[in-house]
C-alpha cells in the first residue's frame, strides 16, 4: 500500500477532528462556566486520562468501538440534563431578564458550586464530553490513519486540532465570567440539549439530513423556541400584574 | 469501612437519579419515550430524526407549567 502525502492526510484529519474538538471545548467550556472550573477540569482531565487507557489498550482496534451505542446513552444523558438547565434558564432570565442570579432562589438549588470537595455533576458532563469526543477523535485518526498507511500525519492533524480548540476554549473562559449566570446557563442549556438530541437520535442509527450541520440547525430552533416561552412567561406576569 | 463504602454504592446511583430527573421526573420520560418510538420508526424505515426536537420542546414547555404551578408567579 502506497503512503499518502503527509499534508493531505494532516489537513484531512485535522478538519474531520476539528468537528469534534469542538464539540468537546464547547461542553467543557459551557459547564466550567456555569458550575464551576475545578471540578469541570478534573472531570475533563478523568476523561483524558480514561481515553489514554483505551487508546493503550485497544490501539488500531478502536474503530471497531460499537460507537453507535456509546452516543445514545451519552446522548440521554446530555439531553435529559440539557432540558434541565434549558428550562431553568428560560425560568430565571423571564423572571430576571439579563441581570444574572442575584440572591440565591430558594426554590432551586444553587448551580455553581461553592461546597468543598468534587462537584460530580460537573466532573460527569466535563468527563463524558471529553470520553465521547476524544473517542471519535481517536476513531478518525485511526481510520484515516489507515486508510493513508500514514498513522503519523493523522495523529498529527488530529492532535492539532485538539491543541488548537482547547487553546481556543482556555481563552474564551475569561470573558465568559462576564455574562450573566442566568443567560450563561440559558445558553449552556440550549447547547447540551442540542448536542444531546443530536448524539442520541444519531446513536439510534438515524441518519440527520446535512449530517453535523444539524447541530446548528438544532441550536437555532433552540434559541428561538426559548426565546417564545420566555415572552410567553413575561407577558403572562405582566397580565398577571395588571389583574392585581 | 463497610458503612463508607455502602455510602459509596448508594451515592453513584442516587448521583445519577438526581442527574437524570433533577427536579422533574416528567422530562425524562418523555425523552425515554421520544427515544423508543424514534426507534421503532426507524426499525420501520420512516424519517424520525424530527420526533426529539419535538420532544424536547413539548417537555420543556409542560415542565416551565409544572414550575409555576408549583412556585406561582
Do not use: C
Amino acid at each position: 500500500m502506497v503512503s499518502s502525502g503527509i499534508v493531505p492526510v494532516v489537513i484531512t484529519t485535522f478538519l474531520a477532528s476539528a468537528v469534534e474538538a469542538v464539540e468537546m471545548v464547547a461542553i467543557v467550556v459551557g459547564v466550567g462556566a456555569t458550575r464551576g472550573w475545578r471540578s469541570t477540569i478534573f472531570g475533563a482531565f478523568s476523561g483524558f486520562a480514561t481515553l489514554a487507557v483505551v487508546v493503550l489498550i485497544l490501539g488500531a482496534a478502536l474503530s471497531r468501538i460499537p460507537i453507535g451505542p456509546l452516543r445514545l446513552a451519552i446522548g440521554f444523558l446530555l439531553l435529559v440534563f440539557g432540558l434541565q438547565w434549558f428550562r431553568k434558564g428560560i425560568v430565571r432570565v423571564a423572571a430576571r431578564g439579563f441581570a444574572g442570579m442575584g440572591a440565591a432562589d430558594p426554590n432551586d438549588s444553587a448551580e455553581q458550586w461553592s461546597g468543598p470537595g468534587v462537584d460530580w455533576t460537573a466532573w460527569f458532563l466535563a468527563w463524558k464530553g471529553v470520553v465521547l469526543e476524544g473517542l471519535e477523535i481517536a476513531i478518525i485518526v485511526v481510520s484515516f490513519g489507515a486508510a493513508a498507511n500514514n498513522y503519523g500525519a493523522a495523529v498529527l492533524g488530529g492532535a492539532s486540532a485538539l491543541v488548537i480548540f482547547l487553546a481556543v476554549g482556555f481563552i474564551l473562559q475569561s470573558p465568559l465570567r462576564l455574562i450573566p449566570r442566568s443567560f450563561l446557563q440559558l445558553v449552556v442549556g440550549t447547547l447540551l440539549t442540542a448536542f444531546g438530541t443530536f448524539w442520541s437520535v444519531e446513536g439510534l442509527g438515524v441518519d440527520w439530513p446535512a449530517s453535523d450541520a444539524a447541530i446548528l440547525g438544532l441550536l437555532v430552533v433552540y434559541a428561538v423556541t426559548a426565546m417564545l416561552y420566555i415572552a410567553r412567561q413575561r407577558h403572562q406576569r405582566t397580565t398577571l400584574r395588571a389583574v392585581a | 469501612m463497610n458503612g463508607r463504602i455502602w455510602s459509596w454504592i448508594i451515592a453513584i446511583p442516587r448521583f445519577l437519579y438526581n442527574f437524570i430527573v433533577g427536579d422533574d421526573w416528567t422530562v425524562a420520560v418523555a425523552v425515554l419515550a421520544g427515544l423508543i418510538v424514534t426507534a421503532i420508526l426507524n426499525a420501520n424505515h420512516i424519517v424520525a430524526w424530527w420526533l426529539m426536537p419535538i420532544i424536547a420542546i413539548v417537555a420543556t414547555g409542560v415542565s416551565i407549567e409544572r414550575h409555576y404551578v408549583q412556585s406561582p408567579r
